[in-house]
């Protein structure tokens, strides 16, 4: 029976850490009203992504409480659930990464170990030193998924703004730590991180005219207008 319940628990920790990000985008998608007026001339209020569903109505009220709930629980509590949950068992972790077994294990050394297994896949690709990384990953994805919800479409430049620091503390983060357990996993996801910051600015200096497309489709340097 115990085995039982671990399993359901570690199963159902994987499919919230799987559907994180989209569980929180979803939730926010409830939450976000915007005010639109009729033909009278008089504002009311319908889902910025569904249009045809209009908010403070009973039943948009239910979902929207549901909503905050789930973005409570999910959105901010589990990612600070899991550090907490890891930080408690740091020395227990870091055994299990860096492979050490002891030989006078106790029987409360053994059932730690058994626990800190059930939730492997959290830090099994890490250092270590940096056992919680993949809770910063959760927190750059809710960071990327709350700008795309909440900043409007219009204000796209400011969206890249954002977005462009949360990739670049990432990135130093990532310099700074480095958390995976070779010097490879390091560069790539290194390399990854860059890619995607010179992506975001070099469009934004698209849209600010900064720099041109040129006709072969290269990026013109030379053009400020």
Partial sequence: RKRLARMCAT???VLAWL?????????????????????GGKARRWLRDELSAEC??????????VAIAVLVLVGALLPLGLFALMRRARGTIRA???????????????AARLRARAYRFLYDRYAPHAYYWEVCIMARKA???TV???????????RVWIGLGVLQL??????????????????LDTLSLTAQFVSLF?????????????????????STD
């Fill in 148 to 158: 795309l919800s909440l900043v409007p479409a219009e204000e796209g430049r400011m």
């Fill in 202 to 222: 070099v469009g934004q200096a698209i849209g600010l005219g900064i720099v041109a497309p040129s006709d072969e489709g290269g990026v013109d340097t030379n």
């Fill in 143 to 145: 960071a990327l998924v």
């Fill in 19 to 39: 559907l994180y990000a989209a569980i929180t985008q979803e939730a926010y998608r409830v939450v976000h009203c915007v005010s639109i007026a009729d033909a």
């Fill in 170 to 187: 990432q990135l130093v983060a990532q310099l700074v730590v480095r958390p995976y357990r070779t010097a490879l996993q390091n560069r």
């Fill in 56 to 65: 403070d109505t009973p039943t948009h009220g239910r979902v929207f409480v």
């Fill in 96 to 110: 299990l990464i860096a492979g050490e077994a002891k030989s006078n294990a106790t029987a409360a050394d053994r």
């Fill in 11 to 13: 199963s159902s920790l």
